[in-house]
């Protein structure tokens, strides 16, 4: 199978995978459980999302560069999880902020799939490529803001697992459309700097 191929699939598997796991930790009657069930539930979550993150951005990364998966670059596991509880602090926080650390992420992600030593690099795009880089983020509010009605709606018509897991589905699907596009535009700024697509080399499956 084809680079582009194989990346559709791999991004096609984590978010029904991420989506199932998700809507498997809310599960009715979890709420009452135990500390030591509810820690180990909050933890799946955390772990299935992460990984999520990391193989949403390293299959979007092998469709826009048509290059095979290779390995997962340890790093881009590290800042997938930085986004998780950066994410989860801000949402605790103040709500609003969540799509700064959505647009953040969406320059980070892919800037780490490709292999970066400091991923913060990936925010060149907004230098580089300034207009495209405004367009995409401001695109990236408004998903923001369909995605939180939905989450609602499936909250108000759909309960428990049932409701999870379509919104999750919707999460996922937004975040792979995302980061394809995000992807792309970082690889439109590396070209016009005449920068490598990848600091260090990704060995091929």
Do not use: Y
């Not at 230098?127 to 880089?133: C, G, K, W």
């Not at 709606?153 to 394809?180: C, D, I, P, S």
């Amino acid at each position: 199978m084809n680079p582009r191929g194989t990346g559709w699939l791999v991004v096609l598997g984590s978010v029904v995978v991420g989506a199932a796991v998700q809507a498997a930790t809310a599960v009715p009657g979890l709420g009452t459980a135990s500390t030591p069930v509810l820690v180990a539930d909050a933890a799946v979550s955390v772990v299935a999302l992460v990984l999520e993150l990391a193989l949403l951005a390293w299959a979007t990364r092998a469709i826009v560069h048509r290059e095979p998966l290779g390995r997962l670059p340890g790093r881009l596991l590290l800042w997938s999880l930085l986004v998780a509880v950066v994410t989860a602090i801000v949402a605790l926080v103040l709500g609003a902020g969540v799509v700064l650390v959505l647009i953040a992420a969406l320059c980070v992600l892919p800037a780490a799939a490709a292999g970066e030593r400091n991923a913060f690099k990936g925010f060149r795009v907004f230098r580089r490529t300034p207009v495209r880089a405004v367009v995409a983020a401001l695109v990236t509010i408004l998903v923001a803001g369909v995605t939180w009605v939905v989450a609602l709606a499936a909250g108000l018509f759909l309960t428990g697992a049932l409701g999870g897991l379509v919104m999750w589905l919707v999460f996922g699907v937004l975040l792979a459309l995302l980061l394809l596009w995000w992807t792309r535009l970082a690889a439109r700024a590396a070209a016009r700097s005449g920068e490598p697509a990848t600091e260090e080399p990704v060995a091929a499956v």
